[in-house]
């Protein structure tokens, strides 16, 4: 499992690593001003993020494709956990799913754990069949894999997070080759599901739809977040309020300042410029991503590393959205900012995941090596092939 010999130090891409160790400090002094300048409010995600940099580190030493063998155990461990949550779950009065699992005074959510879980046995099971891919029983079987965490996870009921999963599995399918007969058939199939269940939404579901189409609905009642969170990101202007002076942030204006509306208190304290920092930041470690996923040969981790970067793009798309308004309100978390120890842990294991990648050497699949390739291995061997080639045609 470790194994550093596969791994060339050379190719970590610090880029990366050091955009993640930024944004994480930032992230965790924006939290400190959301939570009113209180440090003890403040130690879970302290305490996560030194965890999930050592973890970082540690799995830079693993060999992936050690790893990938146990994928099977891996997608069994989350449904489990997805299973267990079903039952012992608890949230739905205070946030409308039972997405959290109790532990003592510890509390878990199975379903960003299970991000990890999927991501990587997802993009093993594909790569097993990535020949076949667009054969119709094949991709069922694809697909099954895929649907049966989303739907484990819509009986919560967590819409938000179900949608979270079916943009990267969509990414990850996209990447590893999927037709475009069966992207324009999902599409469609996609379209009408969206329809029916946007005109069977009822309860708050209903009314965050309502909202974002007429965002001056209701803003003293079920639009009184989004409607603070907006004033607060307007007052900024260019060079914020400042640090901790945040009218609407400091005063209870917005009620999940330190989780769902983060950016809002950005926004108002430090500005434009604070806001443009953080999309910068955001856009380095995606950028970084994609072209980890480009430069690897190997299907399993070109797959799994687009599954990383689809996963935190949906995640900033979707937070940063519903806070200026071009996306319903979901309680859908900034990644490195959002309070939520659970959370900060994931995505710093899948970017550590990714940064393995970047090292993770013997990136050709061997079903892609030519006589070139061969010949830098053993121009012995591609000589004996050559003339096993030449036996054959004749």
Not at 58 to 83: G, Q
Not at 148 to 162: H, K, R, S
Not at 231 to 236: L, M, W
Not at 275 to 291: C, E
Request: hydrophobic fraction near 50%; charge should be positive; glycine fraction near 8%.
């Amino acid at each position: 499992m470790f194994n550093l010999k596969k791994k060339n130090l050379k190719e970590l891409d610090l880029i990366l690593l050091f955009a993640t160790l930024i944004l994480s400090i930032y992230g965790l002094i924006v939290l400190y001003s959301a939570q009113g300048g209180d440090f003890s409010a403040i130690k879970t995600q302290i305490a996560s993020t030194v965890i999930g940099f050592i973890l970082i580190a540690v799995l830079c030493t693993m060999d992936l494709d050690v790893i990938k063998k146990s994928w099977k155990v891996i997608y069994a461990i989350s449904i489990a956990l997805l299973v267990m949550t079903l039952f012992l779950g608890r949230g739905l009065d205070e946030w409308g799913a039972k997405s959290w699992v109790y532990i003592g005074s510890f509390s878990i959510q199975p379903s960003e754990i299970v991000k990890v879980g999927l991501i990587f046995s997802f993009a093993a099971y594909i790569d097993k069949y990535k020949d076949k891919l667009n054969e119709p029983l094949i991709l069922l079987r694809v697909l099954i894999f895929a649907a049966i965490p989303v739907g484990l996870i819509l009986l919560q009921p967590d819409f938000g997070t179900a949608m979270v999963y079916l943009f990267f599995i969509a990414a990850m399918l996209f990447v590893a080759g999927i037709s475009w007969k069966w992207i324009g058939l999902f599409a469609v199939i996609g379209l009408v599901g969206g329809y029916i269940l946007l005109t069977n939404l009822s309860g708050f579901r209903a009314d965050r739809i309502q909202n974002f189409l007429n965002p001056s609905r209701d803003i003293s009642g079920s639009n009184w977040q989004q409607y603070q969170g907006m004033i607060a990101i307007g007052s900024g202007m260019l060079n914020g309020r400042g640090f901790l002076k945040g009218s609407q942030s400091q005063y209870g204006y917005i009620p999940e300042k330190e989780t769902d509306f983060i950016f809002s208190v950005l926004a108002e304290e430090l500005g434009f410029i604070g806001a443009i920092i953080l999309v910068i930041l955001f856009t380095i470690i995606i950028i970084r991503l994609v072209m980890i996923a480009r430069k690897s040969n190997n299907t399993f981790i070109t797959i799994m590393v687009t599954g990383v970067a689809a996963m935190i793009f949906i995640h900033i798309f979707e937070n940063i959205g519903m806070t200026i308004g071009i996306m319903p309100v979901t309680g859908i978390p900034l990644p490195l900012l959002s309070s939520g120890g659970t959370f900060q842990l994931i995505c710093l294991i899948l970017i550590g995941l990714a940064l393995t990648a970047s090292m993770q050497k013997s990136y050709r699949d061997p079903d892609l090596l030519d006589y070139e390739t061969m010949n830098v291995i053993d121009p012995k061997l591609v000589s004996n092939s050559k003339k096993l080639a030449n036996k054959s045609q004749v």
